[in-house]
């Protein structure tokens, strides 16, 4: 009953802020993206996942073990694992545990209480035909695939839909295993690469080879993945400091003399990352770009590439440089909530634009910046409704490119680099390793920065439409007037913009004002109302020109 009561409130919610045509949501999105008392009562610190693959049969099978510590004290537990998947026993030591099934959810039956405090495992033996992903990375499963020798290659990605889809977990993206290790069993002369280290490869004499992996730091479940095929083992370094990062790269055979040379790029990549984000955050488990035979996705540690060695118009690799953002965005500050997830984007997407300004200057990256601009909708906020595992409207990009310019205006906003990239680092290590929310990282935002930002970020996420600078500007006794404010649906909404307060050579030079929700009036000095302009290149937000003559613009 509770559970019918959350959700309708949340379609309350959701159609107050999206109108009649927007989804809504089951009673499957619920199990799937609440954390309720039977998932919030065990925190997982490890998982053990152990795999046949069985790429002619498109099939898995084996055993995931998950270790947890009881946070409270309970003896019914939700654990996920898609419906189509069939569980052949679940263990608990040496005697099997009852369980029902819920759609994608099975809720176990302890026999006697797990007391608060305690750490336990279970043991879930399962097998099954996972989920093919119809439209990868956008939809979630395995893609089998033949190389172009004919030669069998398998990715798994899974980011939305979930890798409960493949492998049995608490799937929510609050709570992270400290560790995990990944053993797979593959078809002999294939390959299998999966996140962090290769600790063993054995052959099993029964014409498979098991590939085992360990990642040693917390991995979101849905970074969890394999990729098999008959690949070219890469190494390099990347020299950081004192300290070596090993790189790792495993592309198709035929392909290795161009990726060797085409991967050089990631190494000046790293530099400019570890610049402005801090220390690569996954050194222990190194770095990997896996050859996938889908477009890209952040698997940690083992960032999946399938971009076809493709440069774009600005002369980099979309899927190498926005994927492996993703290290730092996504995988080591992770969110809490699907809706949350322009804390993995909005930063990943303006990684893109802070690499352009690292490796080729300010204006190239000014320039990525107002290209993406215009696929801005403003139809819907940033951030939807939360409980729901609910990412955004399908085809939706606000969250990229908006998102992008958020950061950046907020970049402007403080009018500080050395703060704003301070702020970077900050949340880096702040946030380490650890899933949050809008509202932490906007409150350590607004600490750094001895300022209370809670307005911005929330016009700017929680509404569809960015603020809308309102103005006037004409000219009174010989002298050019500008009579401005904000229009926000935040209440106390104040930031500052940057106005034109001289034009030379057809050049405008700008100076900061500070609008509130009131009117304010002041005098410009040698700017003729034909000349001004707010400074469009660092700010997002509307403008309403109520001048006479004038018409409205964005
Ligand atoms: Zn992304």
Known sequence: MKQFLISFAFLLNVMAAYGQKEPVFTHADTLRGTLSAERKCYDVFFYDLHLTIKPDERSIAGYNVIGFKAVTTFSRMQVDLFKNMEVDSIMHGSSKLRYTRDGNAMFLQFPSQEVAGIKDSIKVFYHGFPRVAVNPPWDGGFVWSKDSTGKTWVGVACEGTGASLWWPCKDHLSDKPDSMRMSFDVPDSLICVSNGRLRSEKKLNNGFTRFTWFVSLPIINYDVTLNIADYAHIKDDYESGQDTLSLDYFVLKYHEKKARAYFERVKPMMACYEKYFGRYPFWKDGYKLVETNYWGMEHQSCVAYGNNYHLNNYGFDFIIVHESAHEWWGNNLSCSDEADMWLHESFATYAEALYLECTQGYKVSLDYLNMQRTGIENNYPIIGPYNVNFQGVDNDNDMYYKGAWVLHTFRHVLNND????????????????????????????????????????????????????????????????????????????????????SVRDGVNAYTSIYPTLEWQTITLGNVSPAQFSTDKDDFYTFLKDESESSKENK
Not at 474 to 485: A, D, E, F, Q, S
């Open 418 to 501: 050395s703060l704003f990239f301070s702020i970077l680092k900050g949340l880096q290590e702040k946030f380490k390793y650890s899933s949050t929310n809008t509202a932490d990282v906007v409150k350590y935002i607004s600490k750094m920065a001895g300022k209370d930002y809670a307005p911005f970020f929330t016009q700017y996420l929680y509404h569809s439409s960015p603020p809308v600078f309102d103005y006037k500007v004409y000219t009174k006794n010989g002298v050019t007037m500008l009579t401005y404010r904000w229009q926000a649906d935040v209440k106390g909404f104040t930031m500052p913009i940057k106005v034109t307060s």
